[in-house]
């Protein structure tokens, strides 16, 4: 049986062979401000940021408005290393009812969520390549009930297909995930208690 892998090792594997060789640029896709924190923090001391909010499976519309109002509050008070900016996708919510078409009564975290994660870094990586950027990644993996190895092979996947690297992580690791519960509530972000489509929604009610 193969050794799990490590993608915070492997992270910080990347960020030691980048000192001092310049900030590549990084097109980091969040799903909502809370998660971003700890990441957009981490992250801004060695890459170049451009926070990429692409999250067509939010539902309803205020809810998703609401969530992209915060994002962008939060890159203006916070402080970095260096300076991030925001990229909003469009709102597409049949793209993701397309994804997830006869999978609507899967439990969360099964083959749904897999779809959705698909359809979220497919988008970010076909932009990576299109802007030019040296690397592309998500906060997706800093949440204890998203598994970083699904993400992570995703994410690989993907790097192949487009020809743009992708940044391994595992951002609950090293004490992010607490972290970055301590920034919304320096900062008063809002946080869901669901997270985000309609029927992880309906299964929290």
Known sequence: ?????NYQKELEAVINNIKD???PRLLLHSCCAPCSSYCMEYLSEFFDITVFYFNPNIYPVEEYLNRVSEQKRLIEEMSF???VSFLAGEYE????YEAAKGLENE??????CEKCFILRLEETAALAKKEKFDCFTTTLSISPLKS???LNNIGEKLAEKYGVKFLNSDFKKRGGYQRSIELSKEYGLYRQDYCGCV???REQQ
């Open 1 to 5: 049986m193969p050794n799990k892998r």
């Open 21 to 23: 060789r310049g900030f």
């Open 81 to 83: 290393k260096r300076p």
């Open 93 to 96: 919510p049949e793209r993701f």
């Open 107 to 112: 439990p969360e975290g099964g083959a749904r």
């Open 148 to 150: 970083a190895e699904k």
């Open 199 to 201: 029927f992880s929604r």
